[in-house]
C-alpha cells in the first residue's frame, strides 16, 4: 500500500539549546497531544522528504504530532549518503557527534514537553536506519518513552563499512545497541529489517532483539513486548524498507499512542 500524498510541511520551533525543533500534525496551541519523535535525516527532509517520511505521511490526519531534529553529519545540506563517514571521522578525531546529539536532544525533547506540546504519558521514539539507532539511544535515555519502533536500524556501528578502521575504538563498543539491551527491555519495541540487509546487517538486529528478550528474562519480565518482523529484503544492499512496512509499522505505533 502506497502512502497517501500529502503536502506536508513541518515548522521550526526555537530551543533555548539552540537546536532547532521541527514538527508536523495537530497546530501547538492544542495543548499536549502523544507525540512520535522521529529521526532519518536532517529534521526537515525526516518529516517532509518522501520515501523518508512515509511514516509521517501515514500519521497524517491523527491527533498524533511528529518531531524530528537533524542528524550529526546532515547539517548544512551536507550530503546525506555521507553522513555515517562524518561520524567515523568525528570519532577518529575524538569527537563524540553522537553524544553530544543525544545531550541536544534530550534538551529539546525536555522543552518540547515542559511548554506541553509533547503528553509525557504518550511518547515513542522511532527512526530509519541510523536514524533508528538514534532512537533507541534516546529510549535508553528517557524512560518515558514506553514505545520505539525501528525501520532496518544501525545497531552496531562495527557493522557500517565507514567504521571498518575503527573496530577497536571505545565508544564503537560504548554505543552498540546491545549495551542499552537493559535499559529498553521493558518497553515495547517493534523492529522491522530485510532478510538479507547487508549494510546494517540482518543479523546485527537480531542480535539486538535477542538481547532485548534476555535482558527482560533476567529483569523476570513476563511476556516482554518486544518483536522483531524479518521480510524479504528490498533495494541496494537489501537495505530498503517499503511502504507496506512502513504502514505496518506506524498502524501499531498509532495504536499504542492512542490507547
Not at 3 to 32: F, Q, W
Not at 46 to 52: K, R, V
Not at 61 to 90: C, Y
Not at 170 to 187: G, H, K, M, Q, T
Request: charged share 20%; aromatic share 10%.
Amino acid at each position: 500500500m502506497k502512502p497517501m500524498k500529502n503536502e506536508i510541511r513541518c515548522n521550526e520551533i526555537s530551543v533555548a539549546s539552540g537546536t532547532p525543533l521541527y514538527h508536523v500534525g495537530p497546530p501547538l496551541d492544542y495543548g499536549p497531544l502523544p507525540s512520535l519523535f522521529y529521526f532519518a535525516l536532517s529534521g526537515p527532509d525526516s518529516l517532509c522528504l518522501d520515501p523518508f517520511n512515509q511514516p509521517v505521511q501515514f500519521l497524517h490526519g491523527k491527533m498524533i504530532r511528529v518531531f524530528s531534529m537533524t542528524l550529526p553529519g546532515h547539517e548544512n545540506n551536507l550530503p546525506a549518503t555521507q553522513a555515517i563517514s562524518l561520524w567515523a571521522e568525528d570519532f577518529s578525531k575524538g569527537i563524540d557527534c553522537i553524544g553530544n546529539f543525544l545531550d541536544q536532544a534530550a534538551r529539546s525533547i525536555e522543552f518540547a514537553i515542559r511548554e506541553k506540546f509533547a503528553d509525557p504519558s504518550h511518547l515513542a521514539v522511532g527512526g530509519l536506519s541510523r536514524g533508528g539507532f538514534i532512537a533507541a539511544h534516546l529510549a535508553a535515555r528517557d524512560e518515558r518513552f514506553r514505545f520505539l519502533l525501528a525501520f532496518a536500524p544501525l545497531t552496531q556501528l562495527k557493522a557500517a563499512k565507514e567504521f571498518t578502521a575503527l573496530q577497536d575504538h571505545p565508544l564503537v563498543y560504548a554505543l552498540d545497541l546491545l549495551s542499552i539491551a537493559p535499559s529498553i527491555c521493558n518497553r515495547h519495541v517493534r523492529i522491522y529489517i530485510g532478510n538479507h540487509d547487508t549494510r546494517v546487517s540482518t543479523r546485527a538486529s537480531f542480535d539486538f532483539a535477542m538481547a532485548l528478550t534476555e535482558a527482560a528474562y533476567e529483569k523476570k519480565i513476563r511476556s516482554p513486548q518486544i518483536e522483531m518482523i524479518i521480510s524479504p529484503s528490498i533495494g541496494q544492499m537489501g537495505h530498503g524498507t517499503s511502504p507496506d512496512i512502513f504502514r505496518q509499522g506506524t498502524d501499531w505505533l498509532a495504536s499504542c499512542l492512542t490507547k
